[in-house]
């Protein structure tokens, strides 16, 4: 039980400024010796409207606000709840922050926040808002949330299960946990955990060592007894089919024609050893269509599959939802592994390390340090998805995960327990294998290195695998990053190469001689000085580079370039740079020939660690030297602005190196996605990964009634070619308005550039003001999850959102009813990558518009397109505001891929009375079900 007097809060706010909006409810809740001594909670009348989402949000009516008192009618009897006591809340700072400003007082009680002690002692959630850890760890669920008293008794309750759990954790945690707290808000709260460790568990072993989460270290459990399964490729067929194994074991499957013909291509391509491509519309059920034949295929033959995903949540989705369930369900048992690139591991060795100097770090970094070590203690994997959503994490996972160049995993002392050797030894005796499109191409350039060996491959979401070719087997390069390769490799401090051979000089006298150790010394402390002048030569050729991009978002570098006044500058900035490179890597270069004589495992590890040096080096020298070849047809430089500046460099064709590198050494490749046909041709996607024109194709239609469920309607009037984005601003927002109206929100509107969705957004909200429909703008009112959440929270809400919310959501049943596409979404002409590959095919006497821009706009508006339908219950419309779909000719190529063979044609006006006559006809079916 908590001791001592704690008073947990909640507010209700008009917004989150705390010096313009205000506190419209608060409710405190007394709470002493563990039980609730007092509840009280009030409404506070505004000075000034409240927004229709906040009333909506909480329910709080217009006309409760009129009859509510002011805050500081409760001043007192505020500070008598406050007095002595300790301050509870749910990110409690901008409750109290709100109060102090609103009552002019400054609070000294101590706080515990809920968030933080939450995200410390519950490190893996996937959301850390109150809502979402009741509902995770199976609290009482929010009767009301937003309501202040139903939210106090929920962080109240969350700061009990908190204090439960720490009551598991043992001493030697907390003199660890402490020392990491500091002076931080959570301190107390650790400390009293402590207090009652010591007295209620004096038994209890102090841990002083590296605490994980003990498993048993076998890589996998005893297989069952299994049942006999036909080894003929029909069987396949059979479990798809009515009265199969899925209908039989698993209550909601229902057989659909289009999986089951899937099915059976993909059983006949890995029975006949050939490649197929495969686009299996949405609601196929097409990774049941590639699991059950790529499993049945590993146990028949013993070989491996590997089933590679370009995004993280369907590699979840495989790994931890289809796969147990069909474990469950096929009559053979099967080992599946999810393998991931170093980086995603946290390693043993560099966390015990950094443990040791944590009085570099920030505050909000020790705190996620406790994370981790609560963390440590529950993984069996190791993976920094299942954390990453602990804040200052990311910044610090760069020193905590495997990608290390001094790991030498045999001769490393965590080896046994270590996360990413387990992971690999789980997939070398795996049948199918887990990966990403970008440990596929790790995988190529380090010579198949990462993957166990493998002749069976099946690619999901593969419209994603020509850029994610571009991207993993281009280069690219920052400031940051050379800055961090520098201070790896020469900062004075422990962690560093310098440092630690410094540390151990001693060792290193008596290992490599006094004379030898003498001559590497001389070489080791000309590195710091080195590195230094590599650094400041890199921060004047980056300074250069962001003079040259100036405000634009890139600036590609052609061979026109040589003509600019700033060329001389950035060649001869480049030529010292490498030259200063040369220098360091003369200088390990020598120090690794002086281990070459040593035959002791110390020598051995640092040799290795230098050669990885070397390496890091070796490829910051090539991406400089790609990018100054800008006479080269077939590679591409271009300079990139974010929140940084990145020099990048890519092939321009990658069709040939996937050929030969990813698909030949292959017996079989099946390569599926919702998107990839245009016209039901597959032309375009085989030529640009490389796979021949003649490779066998599969277009499975969607069991949805695309005709029934949905119309599609294009405006005819609305394109104005006298504007440069071919539109008018007022007129698009005045009609985007007028459909969401009709529509009462539920409309999702898709942009194809971040400005003129800015653009939109202001004459937007001036005619949806006073509708009571919320406007919700991607980068303007949150980031994509924050206003996709809010969207569904909301069905009276309009999303505006540019590019990535073209694919990768999913919204069924009534939350969404009308989808908008601004315009037809061909890629910016200009960018480096497009212009440069244009260019490319028209030296090749090919049309680069027929042959590269309009399919990839086609495969795109495809994607929009299938944001509508995700479900057989989905109904709505389609609109496009783009009537060069009818007026172009190549407007046939949008359509005609489409998986609706209707639409409608016509005039603003018109299309807005189809809307009303469409919610009519919704409306009577709706009498007759």
């Known amino acids: 039980m908590i001791k001592g007097k704690i008073v947990v809060i909640d507010i209700e706010t008009t917004g989150f400024d705390i010096y313009n909006d205000e506190i419209i409810e608060f409710a405190a809740l007394c709470i002493e010796e563990g039980e609730e001594a007092e509840a009280f909670s009030v409404l506070i009348s505004p000075r000034r409207q409240v927004p229709e989402r906040i009333l909506r949000l909480t329910g709080i009516s217009p006309e409760e606000l009129k009859q509510a008192g002011s805050l500081h009618a409760y001043r007192d009897k505020i500070l008598d709840l406050f007095q002595d006591a300790i ?8 409750d109290l922050g709100f109060l102090e400003q609103a009552l002019t ?32 760890l199976g609290l009482t669920p929010l009767e009301k949330a937003h309501r202040a008293l139903f939210d106090a008794r929920a962080a109240w309750e969350l700061l009990q299960a908190c204090w439960e759990k720490g009551l598991t954790l043992d001493l030697g945690f907390y003199q660890r946990a402490l020392a990491l707290a500091g002076n931080a808000r959570v301190a107390g709260f650790l400390r009293e955990l402590e207090k009652t460790v010591k007295r209620k568990f004096p038994e209890r072993l102090i841990r002083t060592d590296l605490v994980l989460y003990e498993q048993d270290l076998g890589l996998f459990e005893e297989l069952e007894e299994e049942e006999t399964f036909s080894e003929d490729v029909g069987w396949i067929e059979s479990c798809f089919s009515s009265g199969g194994i899925l209908e039989n074991k698993l209550k909601s499957y229902e057989s659909r024609l289009g999986q089951l013909q899937m099915a059976k291509a993909v059983g006949e391509s890995l029975t006949g050893s050939t490649h197929i491509v495969i686009e299996a519309g949405t609601g196929t059920g097409k990774s049941y269509a590639y699991l059950i034949p790529g499993l049945w295929w590993s146990k028949k033959t013993g070989k491996k599959v590997v089933v590679a995903t370009h995004t993280i949540p369907l590699q979840e989705q495989i790994f931890k939802k289809d796969l147990p369930l069909l474990a469950q369900v096929l009559p053979f048992s099967f080992r599946g592994a999810l393998l991931k690139g170093k980086s995603n591991y946290i390693c043993l060795k560099r966390w015990s390390f950094t443990l040791g100097v944590t009085a570099e770090l920030a505050p909000g970094e020790r705190l996620a340090l406790l994370s981790v070590m609560v963390w440590l203690r529950e993984t069996t994997t190791g993976d920094w998805q299942e954390v990453s959503q602990i804040p200052s994490l990311n910044k610090l996972w760069g020193s905590l995960n495997c990608e290390e160049e001094s790991c030498i995993p045999g001769k490393c002392s965590h080896a046994n327990r270590c996360y990413m050797l387990q992971s690999r030894k789980r997939a070398e005796e795996a049948d199918l294998i887990i990966v990403n499109h970008s440990l596929l191409f790790s995988d190529i350039k380090t ?128 030529e ?6 040369k220098i360091i890597t003369d200088l390990l270069k020598a120090m690794l020939n002086l281990l070459d004589a040593q035959d002791d495992e110390d020598s051995a590890a640092l040799a290795h660690e230098i050669s990885g040096r070397i390496r890091n080096l070796e490829e910051m020298r090539e991406c400089f030297v790609l990018a100054q070849q800008v006479d080269q047809p077939t590679r591409v430089s271009w300079l990139e602005q974010s929140n940084r500046i990145l020099l990048k460099t890519s092939p321009v064709d990658v069709s040939n190196l996937l050929k030969e590198k990813l698909f030949a050494p292959l017996d079989c490749a099946v390569l599926t996605s919702a998107t990839i046909s245009i016209a039901n041709s597959f032309q375009h996607f085989l030529r640009e990964i490389g796979l021949d024109e003649s490779t066998p194709s599969l277009l499975v239609d969607s069991p949805f009634d695309y005709e029934r469920q949905m119309q599609l309607l294009v405006v005819k009037d609305l394109v104005d070619v006298k504007h440069c984005d071919l539109f008018n601003t007022e007129e698009v927002a005045l009609f985007i308005s007028e459909v969401t109206e009709r529509m009462q929100g539920r409309t999702l509107v898709l942009f194809t550039s971040h400005r003129f969705l800015r653009e939109i957004h202001l004459p937007l909200s001036r005619y949806l003001g006073g509708s009571g429909i919320e406007l919700l703008a991607q980068g303007i009112d949150g980031g994509r999850q924050a206003i996709l959440e809010a969207f569904l929270n909301n069905s009276r809400s309009v999303l505006l959102g540019a590019s990535s919310f073209w694919e990768g959501i999913d919204i069924p049943g009534d939350a969404l009813s009308c989808v908008i596409l601004v315009k037809l979404p061909f890629g910016p002409p200009n960018r480096p990558l497009i212009a440069a590959r244009s260019e490319y095919l028209e030296a090749q006497g090919r049309n680069p518009f027929y042959e590269f821009l309009l399919p990839e706009a086609v495969l795109r508006f495809k994607q929009g397109f299938g944001r509508l339908i995700r479900s057989k219950s989905d109904r709505g419309l389609v609109i496009l505001c783009d009537g060069r779909v009818i007026h172009k000719r190549y407007g046939r190529h949008f359509l005609s891929s489409l998986p609706v063979k209707t639409h409608i044609r016509t005039s603003r006006s018109q299309i807005l009375d189809k809307i009303d006559l469409w919610f009519d006809e919704e409306y009577q079916k709706e009498l007759l079900l």
Not at 107 to 131: C, H, Q, S, V
Not at 457 to 478: C, F, K, P, Y
Not at 490 to 506: E, I, P, T, W
Not at 576 to 581: I, P
């Open 447 to 574: 010579e198949k290195n990462i993957l166990p060996e493998y002749h069976e491959l099946i690619i999901d979401e593969a419209h994603h695998l020509h850029q994610a070719a571009l991207e993993q087997l281009g280069n690219e390069i920052s400031l940051e990053q050379i800055s961090r390769v520098l201070n790896l490799l020469s900062r004075s401090m422990a962690g560093s190469f310098y440092g630690n051979v410094k540390a151990r000089a001693q060792v290193w006298e008596r290992l490599l001689s006094v004379a030898l150790w003498e001559r590497f010394r001389g070489y080791l402390e000309k590195l710091p000085e080195a590195c230094d002048e590599l650094y400041q030569q890199a921060e004047e050729l980056f300074a250069t580079f962001a003079q040259i991009v100036g405000n634009e978002l890139s600036y590609r570098l052609t061979v026109h370039c040589h003509q600019e006044s700033w060329w001389p500058t950035v060649a001869v900035q480049i």
């Open 576 to 581: 010292n740079l490498l030259g200063r490179l």
């Open 87 to 94: 301050i509870v809340g749910h990110n409690v700072e901008f």
């Open 105 to 136: 007082i400054h609070f000294e009680n101590t706080l515990w926040d809920t968030l933080e002690i939450a995200r410390i002692l519950y490190p893996n959630m996937p959301k850390y808002k109150l809502g979402d850890l009741t509902k995770s």
